[in-house]
């Protein structure tokens, strides 16, 4: 589950027009998120309240094993829709398997004028919390500074006699701050990195192959008058999948450490994309009923593979929609040097309410209002994550929504371990309000 500062910064990358997945990091978020999946620890409780549109507060506390607490505020430049967690999309709080739109080159903001005078803004973000009772202070401070650039200083101030002795004697001070600027043009999305805590100069690339998506502002009349097709316009090919390439790498350096690294990456994924209509294109009620006619051409799949050749690490993942409310994915971790090995597996499930039917067998009830979800055999509700690997790991997660609150519960086990075949259990309330 998203904690409430990380929705809160989504919503803000939304309503500035960032894309965020267009990035070397994110290359592999849609395996993540059914083989990386975080199960909670303990016992952990965050209430969240957005008193307007430009100010939050965010409130968490951890009562097992040990009681923390944390307090944090978010302010930002520009409204943003944040919803209650009673109404808020389910989904746009989970990580979950996506296949993402088609890359494309961030709009500008519309120039605003005031008495013949330009008078518009920069848009960002400021965030801080502070962390009971160790003393721990997080911030974090993002800014556009062109219609393609966005930069975001981060910084941690940690008092060295919280942290373990083990991490004390090595490292006297843990506060870090790091810069990063990113330059995103839609082919190309480059990404710069300063670390001060080691010294690290980073730099990572992402070029998509293929033809840019479309702008959210371009109508879409305009663009089938010039032969531009929609992500979910695609035309199968008899014989195979579909799709996108994008070719990725990153390398770093540390002056403090005296060492570097370097890995390089390869995403595909299918074409129609998975969540139709596009958000790229202005949602329209031919839009709607077309994106719900029948299951896709060609299955929502993401293939992915790393390799780090300092390191000798090489990686493969496959991901794929099986069906509307189940994913599948796996992953093959390799070592060319030690020879060791990992194979990893993961299910995602959606579960649905049913819709309720009359005597006569009509809808009823709140779906019968709505005619966009006549298609729809029910509204999400919750979802079920299990991952497995051959290292005799299982996580098991449910994530759902009770009343108004938003709960996560899972369990981690060791199969090869007798004594101790639980390794953590956790349970995660959130609620959060912007009334």
């Not at 989504?10 to 309503?15: H, L, M, P, V």
């Not at 999946?37 to 430009?54: A, M």
């Not at 494309?104 to 920069?122: D, F, I, S, T």
């Not at 800014?143 to 941690?156: E, F, G, V, W």
């Amino acid at each position: 589950m998203h904690p409430f500062a990380s929705y809160v910064l989504r919503s803000y990358y939304k309503a500035t027009g960032w894309n965020e997945d267009n990035l070397y990091a994110n290359l592999t978020r849609s395996s993540s998120a059914l083989l990386d999946f975080t199960v909670p620890h303990g016992l952990h409780f965050s209430v969240s309240k957005s008193p307007n549109s430009l100010f939050k507060t965010t409130y968490a506390m951890t009562a097992m094993p040990s009681l923390q607490g944390s307090v944090g505020y978010i302010f930002t430049s520009c409204d943003l829709n944040v919803k209650s967690s009673g109404n808020v999309q389910f989904k746009d709080m989970i990580e979950h398997f996506k296949v993402y739109d088609q890359p494309r080159r961030p709009e500008g903001k519309e120039e605003e004028w005031l008495a013949g005078e330009k008078v518009n803004h920069r848009d960002y973000l400021l965030y801080g919390r502070f962390f009971l009772p160790t003393g721990r202070l997080d911030a974090l401070y993002s800014t556009r500074l062109s219609p393609t650039i966005q930069a975001s200083i981060s910084a941690i101030s940690d008092p060295p006699s919280n942290a373990l002795p083990e991490i004390r004697g090595r490292r006297a001070d843990l506060s870090n701050v790091m810069v990063n600027i990113q330059h995103d043009v839609g082919k190309w999305c480059t990404e710069y990195t300063w670390s001060a805590e080691d010294e690290m100069w980073g730099v990572r690339v992402l070029h998509n192959f293929g033809r840019l998506g479309l702008s959210s502002d371009v109508p879409e009349d305009a663009s089938r008058r010039r032969g531009v097709k929609r992500v979910d316009e695609e035309d199968a090919v008899e014989g195979g999948l579909k799709g996108r390439v994008s070719l990725g790498a990153e390398l770093y350096f540390s002056a403090k450490e005296r060492s570097a690294g370097v890995s390089t990456g390869l995403r595909f994924t299918t074409l129609p994309d998975a969540t139709s209509p596009s958000f790229q294109v202005p949602t329209t009620a031919s839009n709607q009923l077309s994106a719900s006619r029948g299951p896709p051409l060609q299955p929502p799949t993401t293939i992915t593979a790393l390799f780090n050749p300092m390191l000798g690490h090489m990686s493969g993942a496959y991901t794929a929609r099986v069906s509307r409310d189940l994913a599948l994915s796996s992953r093959f971790d390799f070592n060319v040097y030690s020879f060791e090995s990992e194979w990893t597996m993961g299910v995602e499930w959606w579960l649905r309410r049913q819709p309720i039917l009359s005597e006569d067998g009509d809808l009823r009830g709140p779906l019968s209002l709505d005619l966009a979800q006549l298609d729809q055999p029910g509204k999400v509700h919750g979802v079920v994550k299990a991952r497995a690997s051959t290292n005799n790991d299982v996580s098991l997660m449910w994530e759902g929504r009770l009343r108004n609150m938003l709960v996560s519960l899972g369990v981690v086990s060791d199969l090869s371990s007798r004594s101790k075949p639980i390794k953590a259990l956790g349970l995660e309330v959130a609620f959060f309000s912007s009334e």
